[in-house]
């Protein structure tokens, strides 16, 4: 996928930035090379950071031309008139937040500087120039894979998922047979990471979407990390008990539940119900017959509400999705036990 999205870029870089130098040079403007370089700039963005970028880049365009009508006339030495407007332009950006705007700005400064040829035409001809680079790169910004980056969010999704499953049975055997060695610190570091990625990677399909309901791939790459936060911190826990008690077993059994549970696109109201049973079956357990035993029961305890954190925030995020998600991902709850299966995502 990293590839086809590089060809992709090439291609819509190349064809845009050869289609605005051909546009520019047909209109006969100076400098028709500056409208490709424009594009290029512009392309390096997904479309909601395009349209941002457009915006940005009209409105420092007047505060360039601003400063070019104050400091060039001041200088005739064209190579220090230009390193002062330079400082300043610079100044402009930072300040204003708004610095991937300062290489067109820098441009158009040159232009301007290099020339000394400050009239209304020449204005005219570097307002063109970024009119014909800004639209040609919003145009090709519009040519997106969007059907490529679904499959490849899906198959993140289902990746995740087998993490997952893969972390909790792992929690599970450790319960079981309390291993001195285990890989699952590893396997939780590189689940950090591809998630970390695959939020970004969410969120560039997101703004190339330019839907707001397409978040629900960011949402739901979040909530994975919320869940996994907590599988971190109650294998914690786990590994400060010294000798398991009679009590973990009911508890290893509901994680296994839970590992089986993890592509279930359903409200998770089992799994809670199960979870209040073991609190109601922990609290008619007898009192601990020792210290040892108490520490232990009261770390497992805290499992427990772990486990509870884990369940509520799927809970959340389902809670969270418009009607038309809910739906289109196949995601129900007991009252709506058929699903329409249509599109064939999973995401929960």
Known sequence: MKVKKAMLLSLRIGLGSAGAIFLADFLHL???????????LTLLTTR????????????????????CLVILPLWESQLFSFAVLLVFIVAMCELCHVQNTLSVNALIAMHLAITHGFTGPMIVNEFCLLCIGVVIAYIMNMFQDYKGMERDLEAKVQQTEEAFTRLLLEVVRYIEEKPENTEIWEEMGRLESDLFDFVNDARHYQENRLHTQEGVYVQYFQMREQQLSVVHALHYQLR???????QSVIIGEFIRELAVAVPSRSLPEDQKRMLEEIFRHMSRQPLPASREEFESRAIL?????????????????ISELPPEYLQ?????????????????????
């Not at 349209?51 to 420092?60: A, E, K």
């Not at 400060?240 to 009679?246: A, F, S, V």
């Not at 129900?332 to 995502?345: C, F, R, S, Y």
């Open 30 to 40: 100076e400098s028709a090379a500056a409208a490709g370089t424009i594009t290029l």
């Open 48 to 67: 909601v950071q395009t349209i941002r970028l457009i915006i940005n880049r009209f409105l420092t365009f007047a505060g360039t031309i601003a400063l």
């Open 240 to 246: 400060h008990i010294r000798t398991m008690p009679d």
């Open 301 to 317: 305890y805290h499992v427990l509400y772990d486990l509870e954190s884990y369940i509520k925030y799927k809970q959340d995020f």
């Open 328 to 348: 289109r991902f196949g995601i129900v709850d007991e009252a709506d036990p058929e699903p329409d299966l249509k599109t064939g995502d999973r995401v929960c």
